[in-house]
T-cell receptor, first 115, second 111 residues
């Protein structure tokens, strides 16, 4: 596609439920990143994929968070047993290579609200 | 954890004025990038400056980097109402695989 696509754009769920957020990166971009952004804050790094593998998952806050990228393109961020503190905008970005060598292209984000 | 910290947190100016935002970071970097975010939207890359560069220009943007002080500044000249947005600096992580963003500067340009 022309840009990074994220779905859903908005998700409202109840505490304790399971949520999946999808990211479709720019075609040909091997690197994919997930960030989380709370109101008034900068994006917080969660996980980085190079191809199909998670090259760095040091930002995942706990084991309720998991992400996959099985074919090296689309990625899904999975959150189990959601908590109110998980409410945030989840941003996906892709790039041709490592983030520190070039720009990241961001999607519009998925806004998650946990009631 | 956040590597970069922007200053000021908020900035309000009139159209035509210049806007300067500063970023300080803690550890050695390879590159520093600046991004812009309009309210409710994703981030857009503005400019990348490498650690061996001191200044870079792109249109009305001017970025400086002082590695000895671990700081960078973003100057927007002749600002427009459309420049109203949040601006973030980002540096590579210690692992070198992901960008770490600061909390940002919210710029408001009134006409």
């Amino acid at each position: 596609g022309a840009g990074v696509s994220q779905t859903p754009s908005n998700k409202v769920t109840e505490k304790g439920k399971y949520v999946e957020l999808r990211c479709d990166p720019i075609s040909g971009h091997t690197a994919l990143y997930w960030y989380r952004q709370s109101l008034g804050q900068g994006p917080e790094f969660l996980i980085y994929f190079q191809g199909t593998g998670a090259a760095d998952d040091s930002g995942l806050p706990n084991d309720r968070f998991f992400a996959v990228r099985p074919e090296g393109s689309v990625s899904t961020l999975k959150i189990q047993r959601t908590e109110r503190g998980d409410s945030a905008v989840y941003l996906c970005a892709s790039s041709l290579g490592l983030a520190n060598t070039g720009e990241l292209f961001f999607g519009e984000g998925s806004r998650l609200t946990v009631l | 954890s956040q590597q970069g910290e922007e200053d000021p947190q908020a900035l309000s100016i009139q159209e035509g004025e210049n806007a300067t935002m500063n970023c300080s970071y803690k550890t050695s970097i390879n590159n520093l990038q600046w991004y812009r975010q309009n309210s409710g939207r994703g981030l857009v890359h503005l400019i990348l400056i490498r650690s061996n560069e001191r200044e870079k220009h792109s249109g009305r943007l001017r970025v400086t980097l002082d590695t000895s002080k671990k700081s960078s500044s973003l100057l927007i000249t002749a600002s427009r109402a459309a420049d109203t947005a949040s601006y973030f600096c980002a540096t590579d992580s210690q692992a070198g695989t992901a960008l770490i963003f600061g909390k940002g500067t919210t710029l408001s340009v009134s006409s």
